[in-house]
């Protein structure tokens, strides 16, 4: 029997992943987010912001237009309800253009451990990226019961448009068609269903929020938000920064960056996997194959590196630079999510030469490649001290 999914397991606020809520799920905060091994071609965006079918006898007015799209900067997540007064008081906030209010869980979805959110989709809508957002048929479809699961859920988790699937806790569950593919650019979310499906599932009631502030710097908003918060509560920024050198300079010493020896011993470990199946959220054999950021933990593991799980928060662990400054043992990353533009979501190991270890997609087995550029955003010189400050700090949220 395949382990539980620890891609999503930094994502728990509380005491334990054991902690049961009325349908037997999880409070999620929100960290990291899903491991897309996509082909080096995206599909069009249209193939995957879509509806499997529409709900014919929901009325015109079920789910109001696209409005003002407002980017989400800081999630705030509790154990219970947020009371009326601190949204209120947090919608009040200088620099606040945009609160929402969504339940937020960490539940099963077609038999795996996911973040789920439920949410309003006429408001919700606005606060997702703009294919996601503009696309009537998906939300009328989240409105009339469906469940929509990100791109790489679909893509990658093997889970089809259309089918049904189970959601829910493991006590209680629902079978839900799923209506479209779409990721709402909120990291470790990968299905989201309306408000009212949420409490069918007994599923907490308003205990998460996003907000949008475009002109402040989330950390230091977090900073003053967090004296506010109940008991319990965790508040992180959705989308953290990549750090770039400065002038182009990445260092060369002073144990910033990993050593020959290092670099050997990751690339050495890498190769090893090579014939492994991809599995989405797979990061042993015990689990039967890899993913791509399971892939890079694991090889930098064995050169005494710590990573974080995921490929946006991998991203993190070091000096992101052109890739023509590129050299073995850098990891690349690119942005292949047609549904959530920008979004880092798939990552690999730069061995020389135009050549690369990856865990590409579902289907695939670990494998060398041909380097390719399309959707890159770079490589990562990884800075083995900033890679464990990054994996400590999302394993801080788990209590």
Request: hydrophobic share 40%; aromatic share 6%.
């Amino acid at each position: 029997m395949r382990k539980p999914n620890r891609r999503v397991l930094p994502t728990i606020i509380g005491v334990s992943v054991a902690t049961t809520l009325g349908a037997n799920v999880t409070v999620l905060l929100v960290r990291g987010g899903p491991t897309a091994e996509p082909a080096p071609a995206a599909p069009a965006r249209a193939n995957y912001v879509a509806a499997a079918g529409t709900f014919d006898d929901l009325s015109p007015q079920a789910v109001a237009p696209l409005g003002e799209r407002l980017e989400p900067h800081v999630l705030v997540a509790a154990p219970a309800t947020l009371s009326p007064t601190l949204v209120r008081k947090v919608r009040a906030a200088k620099g606040v253009e945009g609160v929402e209010v969504v339940d937020a869980v960490q539940g099963q979805v077609a038999g795996e451990r996911v973040g789920v959110l439920g949410v309003n989709p006429s408001t919700f809508r606005n606060y997702t990226p703009e294919p996601t957002a503009k696309s009537d048929a998906l939300w009328r479809n989240i409105a009339g019961g469906d469940v929509a699961i990100s791109f790489t859920m679909g893509n990658d988790g093997g889970v089809e448009l259309g089918s049904q699937v189970p959601v829910g806790g493991q006590k209680v569950q629902q079978t839900m068609r799923v209506g479209a593919y779409a990721t709402m650019g909120i990291p470790d979310v990968d299905a989201v269903i309306s408000h009212e499906a949420a409490q069918k599932l007994g599923v907490p009631t308003g205990n998460a929020m996003l907000i949008s502030i475009p002109k402040t710097e989330p950390k230091a908003f977090i900073k003053k938000l967090k004296k506010g918060l109940p008991k319990g509560s965790k508040a992180v920024p959705v989308t953290p920064e990549l750090e770039t050198p400065s002038a182009g300079s990445v260092p060369e010493s002073n144990g910033e960056v990993m050593t020959a020896e290092q670099v050997r011993t990751v690339i050495k470990a890498a190769a090893s996997r090579r014939g492994w199946p991809y599995v989405w959220g797979g990061e042993s054999e015990a689990e039967g194959g890899y993913d791509c950021s399971g892939l890079m933990q694991y090889a930098f593991a064995r050169a005494g590196i710590t990573l974080p799980r995921v490929a946006a928060d991998q991203a993190r662990a070091g000096w992101v630079i052109p890739y023509d400054k590129a050299e073995p043992g850098d990891m690349l990353i690119w942005a292949n999510d047609p549904t959530a533009p920008g979004y880092i979501s798939h990552i690999a190991l730069y061995i020389g030469e135009g050549k690369m270890i990856a865990a590409p997609r579902r289907g695939t087995v670990v494998q060398v490649q041909n380097v390719y550029t399309n959707n890159m955003k770079g490589a990562v010189r990884v800075n083995p001290q900033r890679s464990k400050q990054v994996a400590a700090q999302i394993a801080a949220s788990i209590g």
